[in-house]
């Protein structure tokens, strides 16, 4: 997903195993929404995260190494 704020020119998003494929246009509405809106990486992971935890779900959020301009973006069952 494109993604031009905070050194980042796109997110990377990968959910893990215990994520059922069924929520996916649940997280990527979610994701796309919080990516609309913030400007930067701390912003996203609290606006995604008040978003995902209603559903049971968490998202860990990281920059990528300085030679790459990804954040990735990880979907996780919280409980």
Known sequence: MPWDHDGCQRLAIWAREEVPTFDDPILRGALAR?????????????????????????????????????????????R
């Not at 992971?45 to 990804?70: F, K, S």
């Open 34 to 78: 919080c990516a609309h809106t913030c400007h930067s990486l701390g912003v996203l992971d609290r606006a995604l995260n008040r978003e995902l935890w209603p559903l049971g779900y968490v998202a860990l959020i990281e920059a990528a190494a300085t030679d790459d301009p990804m954040a990735h973006v990880v979907i996780a069952g919280s």
